[in-house]
T-cell receptor, first 116, second 117 residues
Framework: AQKITQTQPGMFVQEKEAVTLDCTYD???????LFWYKQPSSGEMIFLIY??????QNATEGRYSLNFQKARKSANLVISASQLGDSAMYFC?????????????FGSGTRLSIRP | DTGVSQDPRHKITKRGQNVTFRCDPI?????LYWYRQTLGQGPEFLTY????????KSRLLSDRFSAERPKGSFSTLEIQRTEQGDSAMYLC???????????????FGNGTRLTVT
């Protein structure tokens, strides 16, 4: 089965600390892509970072990095030097093969709250 | 790039009525997706278009749901005989295949919030 699992419903972190949001996935595809999205309270979905299954290096985008461990099927998001504006829901997502075309499926999300 | 536009932003309807939502993707994007999101959950895949062809449809989608993208530009999502369980945020997203077969991210609209009373 193709599935994304995010086991942390909520996290509290002190401002300026680093935080790791967990994501594990299950797929039988050899080629797939992993995404992280941020959804603030305003509701828009904001793309953060992408990791391809064949990428040898972990993806980085500014303060965001993706800790990709293919053998463990995990794709954790690391946010360095957290800021108050990082408080939001975070979703891990995966591009998988559907019955006739690819599609992107999402995990249930982690609510991150940054304490001042 | 004006972003993905969805209309209406909010829709309140009575159980049993039909509703239709519209999505205008980013103009050069040939891929278009519909998702449904309930409170505290991640977006749930509904259907996917490449140009005007509907290539993938969730098995969870009942026959009351139908989507079209007649000219490969805007798309509509219709829900017939609405039920209270249909109350959710309906999100549209688009992407451009030529940006990379697997790494092109989805660009989301602000969604249509449906409330069925």
């Amino acid at each position: 089965a193709q599935k994304i699992t995010q086991t942390q419903p909520g996290m509290f972190v002190q401002e300026k600390e680093a935080v790791t949001l967990d994501c594990t996935y299950d797929t039988s595809d050899q080629s797939y892509g992993l995404f992280w999205y941020k959804q603030p309270s305003s509701g828009e979905m904001i793309f953060l970072i992408y990791q391809g299954s064949y990428d040898e290096q972990n993806a980085t985008e500014g303060r965001y990095s993706l800790n990709f461990q293919k053998a463990r099927k995990s794709a954790n998001l690391v946010i360095s030097a957290s800021q108050l504006g990082d408080s939001a829901m975070y979703f891990c997502a995966m591009r998988v093969r559907g019955s006739s075309a690819s599609k992107i499926i999402f995990g249930s999300g982690t609510r991150l709250s940054i304490r001042p | 790039d004006t972003g993905v536009s969805q209309d209406p932003r909010h829709k309140i309807t009575k159980r049993g009525q039909n509703v239709t939502f519209r999505c205008d993707p980013i103009s050069e994007h040939n891929r278009l997706y519909w998702y449904r999101q309930t409170l505290g959950q991640g977006p749930e895949f509904l259907t996917y278009f490449q140009n005007e062809a509907q290539l993938e449809k969730s098995r969870l989608l009942s026959d009351r749901f139908s989507a079209e993208r007649p000219k490969g530009s805007f798309s509509t999502l219709e829900i017939q005989r609405t039920e209270q369980g249909d109350s959710a945020m309906y999100l549209c997203a688009s992407s451009h295949r030529q940006q990379g077969a697997s790494n092109s991210p989805l660009h989301f609209g602000n969604g249509t919030r449906l409330t069925v009373t």
